[in-house]
């Protein structure tokens, strides 16, 4: 069983940055590979990245490519979503995932095994 808790949402204004923490539970972390998704209201949940057990390997939704870093720190548990040049389209709950590390690269939220509760992002124009 895995556990996680994102933290770092709010409110901030178009062209801003916010940083986002996923903190895990148990010590078979590094097992895994972890995905940041997001879902706004009405719409469906839709993958923003992905990073590989090491944190060697990331894959990103063309919709962030160049925006938005994801990272992770197998030491501490975490996995970090460094968000720039926001915009009010990036608005959504975002949530963190964890996914067997040999099914890395994996887009679709079905494929993950472990879900945080999500946490606020709103952009305003």
């Known amino acids: 069983q895995v556990q996680l808790v994102e933290s770092g949402g709010g409110l901030v204004e178009a062209g801003g940055s916010l940083r986002l923490s996923c903190a895990a539970s148990?010590?078979?972390?590094?097992?895994?590979?972890m995905g940041w998704f997001r879902q706004a209201p009405g719409k469906e949940r839709e993958f923003v990245v992905a990073?590989?057990?090491?944190?060697?390997?990331?894959y990103y939704a063309d919709s962030v490519k160049g925006r938005f870093t994801i990272s992770r720190d197998n030491a501490k548990n975490t996995v970090y979503l460094q968000m720039n040049s926001l915009k009010p389209e990036d608005t959504a709950v975002y949530y963190c995932a964890a996914i067997i590390a040999n099914m890395f690269p994996a887009s679709r939220a079905n494929e993950y095994d472990y879900w945080g509760q999500g946490t606020q992002v709103t952009v305003s124009s």
């Open positions: 148990g010590r078979t972390f590094g097992s895994y590979a």
């Open positions: 990073i590989s057990w090491s944190g060697g390997s990331t």
